[in-house]
């Protein structure tokens, strides 16, 4: 377990959302990143996607709450041994969620090395 302050997880978080292509920061509407210390049901997870994939959406998808990304603190400090592999194992949570947002499945997510 390596343990970092709220503030120094929030900016490996934010870190890892600066590393996305433009393009892709520029479909990403509606979107809400949000970190907690562990999903209530299943504390092991490191992160979750909530919403419709952009491919799902209809022409008519409007007035819904944002999508969310849960990205979990606690389950991910609990992975890591060192400052290095934490920062490393956030930004392929948070790659990894986002991929599930623009329509992206498990296992093309593992060929991609976001696992």
Request: proline share 4%; net charge negative; glycine share 6%.
């Amino acid at each position: 377990m390596y343990e970092v302050s709220e503030e120094r997880f929030e900016e490996m978080v934010e870190a890892a959302l600066d590393k996305i292509p433009q393009e892709f920061v520029d479909r990403m509407r509606n979107l809400a990143i949000l970190v907690e210390d562990y999903h209530p049901d299943s504390p092991w997870i490191l992160g979750l996607y909530e919403g419709v994939a952009l491919p799902e959406r209809t022409f008519d998808h409007t007035g819904y709450l944002p999508d969310a990304i849960w990205i979990y603190r606690g389950a991910l400090q609990d992975l890591c041994t060192s400052e290095e592999q934490l920062a490393h194992e956030v930004e392929v949570t948070v790659f990894h969620e986002l991929g599930h947002y623009f329509g992206l499945e498990e296992d093309e997510l593992h060929l991609l090395g976001w696992g």
